[in-house]
């Protein structure tokens, strides 16, 4: 079956830390792989998608990820947090059956000054 | 501006009574859906729609109706059916290039009564 597995649920560091979320997925296919942020009581933004190609992608606010197909893992990393990246991230993998992407449960992320 | 939009941001209800959530897309999208998010776990597919006039059940459709008469609207109507309607509700859409990422608009808060 088809899933997305985000094993921390919450995430505490200090700013201008560094930080890495993790993401484990499970497909049968060449996945398309994404991350998104949710500030409290708004929408999702996009950060980064991997679909192919280099497996070290770039995306906004300064946020990386990293494909590794032998661990089925796409994880996301900033060098150095702020302040401003407190929020909960979300990993998502498709297209699932039918088009749709499977998300997982999300790590939220706390940040101290 | 192209985007999403969905109103109320907040919606109170008694029990019993159907309601309907709005969302509005301007990115002359094909594909919209529509999640349910409630704390610690993530989000879940309530109803999608690939094209105008026709939708499909996600993973929690019982006690949701959709309609798709416009390709710019996906209206959702939680009824009195739903056992537990209180949650942050989010509509989605996607452009019809294959592995497109959707984008999210700004969500719903219902709460009942």
């Known amino acids: 079956a088809q899933s997305v597995t985000q094993p921390d649920i919450h995430i505490t560091v200090s700013e201008g830390a560094s930080l890495e979320l993790r993401c484990n997925y499970s497909?049968?296919?060449?996945?398309?792989l994404f991350w998104y942020v949710q500030s409290p009581g708004q929408g999702l933004q996009l950060l980064l998608k991997?679909?192919?190609?280099?497996?070290l992608v770039q995306g906004i606010k300064g946020f990386e990820a990293e494909f590794k197909r032998s661990q089925s893992s796409f994880n996301l990393r900033k060098p150095s947090v702020h302040w401003s990246d407190a929020a909960e991230y979300f990993c998502?993998?498709?297209?699932?059956?039918?088009?749709?992407?499977?998300f997982g449960t999300g790590t939220r992320l706390q940040v101290f000054p | 501006d192209g985007g999403i939009t969905q109103s109320p941001k907040y919606l109170f209800r008694k029990e019993g009574q159907n309601v309907t959530l709005s969302c509005e897309q301007n990115l002359n999208h094909d594909a919209m859906y529509w999640y349910r998010q409630d704390p610690g776990q993530g989000l879940r597919l309530i109803y999608y729609s690939q094209i105008v006039n026709d939708f499909q059940k996600g993973d929690i459709a019982e006690g949701y109706s959709v309609s798709r008469e416009k390709k710019e609207s996906f209206p959702l109507t939680v009824t009195s059916a739903q056992k537990n309607p209180t949650a942050f509700y989010l509509c989605?859409?996607?452009?019809?290039?294959?592995?497109?990422?959707?984008?999210f608009g700004p969500g719903t808060r219902l709460t009942v009564l």
């Open positions: 991997y679909f192919s190609g280099d497996t």
């Open positions: 989605a859409s996607r452009s019809d290039s294959w592995g497109n990422e959707q984008f």
């Open positions: 998502a993998v498709g297209p699932g059956d039918t088009d749709k992407l499977i």
């Open positions: 497909y049968g296919a060449t996945p398309y």
